[in-house]
């Protein structure tokens, strides 16, 4: 009971009659660039995560090292 190829293309010449094709257009190129921008965010956050790891595994071996250091003291 899904659409088929003849009800989608029924539905895009409805849309396609109302919204005339240049305002489509405008969307089209609207939802890109929100895409691109999603797709930027997330990955700024992914690299922001990596380096928050990589800090914090920096840190923990600096203690290791301190402590040992202390430790032959």
Avoid at 2 to 10: A, F, H, I, P, T
Avoid at 35 to 42: A, D, L, T
Avoid at 54 to 73: G, I, L, P
């Amino acid at each position: 009971m899904g659409l088929g190829v003849s009800e989608l293309l029924l539905i895009l010449a409805i849309v396609v009659m109302i919204f005339g094709t240049k305002k489509l257009k405008n969307v089209g190129g609207d939802l890109g660039g929100a895409i691109r921008s999603f797709k930027q965010s997330m990955s700024e956050a992914d690299q922001d995560e990596a380096a928050l790891a990589n800090r914090s595994q920096t840190a923990a071996t600096e203690t290791r090292v301190a402590d040992s250091v202390e430790s032959k003291s």
